[in-house]
């Protein structure tokens, strides 16, 4: 089993930046690819960006595109997404989720993360 934890998140003005974490408790870390989704109030969840196990190959939504990066650390069970240029748009539950394979769809990740609000304020 892999286990997820997000942090990170919190309340930033438009135009601010915000980098969040999710640690993941299982040493084989490094053979799983990693995703962030995010869900906004009333909206349906959403693909945000994705790595694959060795973190050679990365996918953005076009909403995010430029402005936010994902990366992981797999010696410390850790992937990260930094968070530019937030906009208001930008607001939801964070969550992370891996996988065998990188992918924009979410049910074919197999562990999620709890989730860390972020708040973008105008």
């Known amino acids: 089993q892999v286990q997820l934890v997000e942090s990170g998140g919190g309340l930033v003005q438009a135009g601010g930046s915000l980098r969040l974490s999710c640690a993941a408790s299982e040493r084989t870390f490094s053979r799983h690819a990693m995703g962030w989704f995010r869900q906004a109030p009333g909206k349906e969840r959403e693909f945000v960006a994705a790595s694959s196990n060795s973190g050679g190959s990365t996918i953005y939504a076009d909403s995010v595109k430029g402005r936010f990066t994902i990366s992981r650390d797999n010696a410390k069970n850790t992937v990260f997404l930094q968070m530019n240029s937030l906009k208001p748009e930008d607001t939801a539950v964070y969550y992370c989720?891996?996988?065998?394979?990188?992918?924009?769809?979410?049910?074919?990740?197999?562990?999620w993360g709890q989730g860390t609000q972020v708040t973008v304020s105008s």
């Open positions: 989720a891996a996988g065998m394979q990188s992918t924009v769809v979410a049910r074919l990740y197999d562990y």
